[in-house]
């Protein structure tokens, strides 16, 4: 199965800032089948972006994804209060699909 | 608007059984696959297998084979997960997630507590 490593494991900034979470894939996946999603305490994830670049419904144009091959990017331009969570990236294209480690990204 | 609703959370003994249902509300129930994925705590996401709503077929992790059954009910639009043989390691929360573009909704999520 395709492993996904997350870095850094934590990422600690203040309101405003910016965030750049990165995703590494152990073989080379195709674009169209990698996501991002956000974890908050107690809550199921919510997808932010698919196909790699493409910002679900309802998503903020703060939040971008860019990348391909086997290395990915989600860019949070500037950080609000709600933006602090844990981040997972996600291929599914391969079977199984699975998930990174995740990102926690607090508050400094 | 368009969700997905979790049965509630299950405490069971090792070697039981449990099940978790999955209602879909505010789209066509069998348009769209269902995936099941569950977080242990401190665990990353564990894909376990999805369901193809509209002819039932279904496809499991290899961690899971023989010990997981997916089901729908188009009728009632509801899918549900079954996991036999529970150990204290399946002790989680359960998420049903539709794959549309991405798995781009998710249940609220069940706990399932695995204790003797």
């Known amino acids: 199965e395709i492993v996904l490593t997350q870095s850094p494991g934590t990422l600690s900034l203040s309101p405003g800032e910016r965030a750049t979470l990165s995703c590494r894939t152990s073989q080379s996946v195709s674009s169209s089948y990698l996501g991002w999603y956000q974890q908050k305490p107690g809550q199921a994830p919510r997808l932010l972006i698919y196909g790699a670049s493409s910002r679900a419904t309802g998503i903020p144009d703060r939040f971008s994804g860019s990348g391909s091959g086997t290395d990915f990017t989600l860019t949070i331009s500037r950080l609000e209060p709600e933006d602090f969570a844990v981040y997972y990236c996600q291929q599914y294209g391969y079977s199984p699909p699975t998930f990174g480690g995740g990102t926690k990204v607090e508050i400094k | 608007q368009v969700q997905l609703v979790q049965s509630g959370a299950e405490v069971k003994k090792p070697g039981a059984s449990v099940k978790v249902s999955c209602k879909a509300s505010?789209?066509?129930?069998?348009?769209?696959?269902m995936h099941w994925v569950r977080q242990a705590p401190g665990q990353r996401l564990e894909w376990m297998g999805w369901i193809n709503a509209g002819n039932g077929n279904t496809k499991y992790s290899q961690n899971f084979q023989g010990r997981v059954t997916m089901t729908r009910d188009t009728s009632a639009s509801t899918a549900s997960m079954e996991v036999s043989s529970l150990s204290s390691e399946d002790t989680a929360v359960y998420y049903c997630?539709?794959?549309?573009?991405?798995?781009?909704?998710w249940g609220q999520g069940t706990m399932v507590t695995v204790s003797s």
């Open positions: 997630a539709r794959y549309g573009d991405g798995f781009d909704i």
């Open positions: 505010g789209y066509t129930f069998t348009t769209y696959p």
